[in-house]
């Protein structure tokens, strides 16, 4: 069976729901980066294990929140031993806007999987782009690197659009299924 780990931050908590979607789509666990940008001490053998991880984390000023970046630079460990090399990772933000710069987010994801010689997972899907598109379909940010989530700045963790979740959950069965795969 292939085992993937969902890894992430949030910090009002819309960022956890769509890492909850990511995780029910790949049969992932999850690990929550903390307030403090710590994880738990045996998260870090979870990920050694994993044959897939998926990083998650809000955008902030057209970045990764401060405490996802501390968790990256705490993964040089990781990257000192090569724990990570040849596995399969992904990667998804939220934020406030339309845009709000979650592209640059994600490649910031991506060059650190990269960075640990992993495998990237793209979104995999054709963007909802007709004057007929509305949040309600799939993929309908338009992404490609990864998984854009647009949650408005004073809407609950309930109101994220479903099409942003349901292609979270398409998301994670693709990670998932390329992680098995690949595992063959």
């Known amino acids: 069976m292939t085992k993937v780990v969902v890894v992430y931050h949030s910090g009002y908590g819309h960022t956890q729901r769509v890492a909850q979607q990511v995780a029910a789509g790949a049969n992932a666990e999850l690990i929550a980066i903390d307030?403090?940008?710590?994880?738990?001490?045996?998260?870090?053998?979870?990920?050694?294990?994993?044959?897939?991880?998926?990083f998650g984390s809000?955008?902030?000023?057209?970045?990764?929140?401060?405490?996802?970046k501390k968790f990256a630079d705490a993964s040089s460990k990781a990257w000192f031993t090569r724990a990570w090399q040849d596995k399969v990772f992904g990667g998804?933000?939220?934020?406030?806007?339309?845009?709000?710069?979650?592209?640059?987010?994600?490649i910031n994801l991506q060059t650190l999987a990269s960075q640990h010689g992993?495998?990237?997972?793209?979104?995999?899907?054709?963007?909802?782009?007709?004057?007929?598109?509305?949040?309600?379909?799939v993929n309908n940010l338009g992404g490609s690197?990864?998984?854009?989530?647009?949650?408005?700045s004073d809407a609950s963790v309930d109101?994220?659009?479903?099409?942003?979740?349901?292609?979270?959950?398409?998301?994670?069965?693709r990670v998932a299924s390329i992680a098995a795969k690949l595992r063959g």
């Not at 955008?59 to 401060?66: A, D, I, R």
């Not at 998804?92 to 994600?106: E, H, I, P, R």
């Not at 109101?159 to 069965?173: C, N, R, S």
């Open 35 to 54: 307030a403090e940008g710590n994880v738990p001490d045996s998260a870090w053998d979870t990920l050694a294990a994993a044959d897939a991880i998926i």
């Open 58 to 68: 809000p955008t902030y000023m057209g970045s990764p929140s401060w405490q996802f």
């Open 92 to 106: 998804f933000t939220n934020s406030a806007s339309l845009n709000g710069d979650k592209q640059v987010a994600l």
């Open 118 to 137: 992993g495998i990237w997972v793209s979104l995999g899907l054709l963007p909802s782009n007709s004057k007929a598109a509305a949040r309600t379909d």
């Open 145 to 152: 690197v990864g998984l854009l989530v647009q949650s408005p």
């Open 159 to 173: 109101e994220i659009p479903q099409g942003d979740l349901d292609t979270a959950k398409q998301y994670g069965a």
